[in-house]
Structure formats: structure tokens, C-alpha cells
């Protein structure tokens, strides 16, 4: 049976959640020393079966990234590295230089960097290193 979009179902399913929100709001109403944070909030929940809805609520939002920046901060370098002329670069030289493009900030010693290149496997050429 549908009534408005709606199965019957999920009304009791939401006029549960609304009693639920109402006995929560209830319970803080006249508490002086509230939880500040999400995570304080759930830890405050003694009995997760008494609010499973509140409980599960809060549970997805500590869950959540608080933005999106380091994902779009990478797309926004890959559309940079891959542009027409790059564009058959194989997957991992295209993961290495975004790695090397995103932690630009950070000093790279050159001399250990030869070294460890140079020690991978054997090459045409051998590293001779003098100083």
C-alpha cells in the first residue's frame, strides 16, 4: 500500500525515528554538562539499544570525511599531469610523478634518492659515484 511516495513501512520506520529524536532531545534537555563533539556524544550512549537510530546516525557521520580536498586536490593534479601530449604514459609513472607533484614541499635528498634507483636492479649503465 503507497500512500504519498511512501510504503506504509517506511512511516512507522520514520514516526519511530521522530519518537526516538524527541525521547533523545528530552534526555539533554535539562543536563548541564553536554557532549561537545560527535565522537563524546556517542561515547555518552550507554545503552546504544535505547537510541539505535541516534546511535547509528552518529556512527555514519564520524564515519564521513570532514571534506573532500585531498580527492579533489588529486583530481585536479591528474587533469594537470595528463594532458594531451602525456597521455600514453603507463599507470605507474603517472602514479609516481602526481606523488612526487603533490609532496613537492617536501626536500628530497637527490644523493640517497641516485642511490636507491642505482640499487634496484642491474642497468646498461653502472652509477659510479665520487665526490
Not at 519518537?19 to 563533539?37: F, G, M, S, Y
Request: net charge positive; hydrophobic share 40%.
Amino acid at each position: 500500500m503507497r500512500r504519498s511516495g511512501t510504503t506504509s513501512m517506511q512511516a512507522a520506520d520514520n514516526r519511530v525515528f521522530e519518537r526516538e529524536l524527541q525521547r533523545w532531545i528530552a534526555r539533554w534537555e535539562n543536563v548541564d554538562d553536554k557532549p561537545t563533539t560527535l565522537a563524546d556524544t556517542l561515547a555518552s550512549i550507554k545503552e546504544p539499544l535505547l537510541y539505535p537510530n541516534i546511535y547509528r546516525c552518529i556512527e555514519v557521520l564520524l564515519s564521513m570525511p570532514v571534506a573532500s580536498a585531498s580527492a579533489e586536490r588529486s583530481f585536479s593534479l591528474m587533469r594537470r599531469l595528463k594532458t594531451y601530449l602525456r597521455s600514453r604514459m603507463d599507470e605507474e609513472r603517472m602514479s609516481s610523478l602526481a606523488l612526487l607533484h603533490a609532496y613537492r614541499e617536501y626536500d628530497i635528498d637527490i644523493n640517497w634518492a641516485i642511490a636507491e634507483f642505482a640499487g634496484r636492479k642491474a642497468r646498461r649503465l653502472c652509477f659510479l659515484f665520487r665526490e
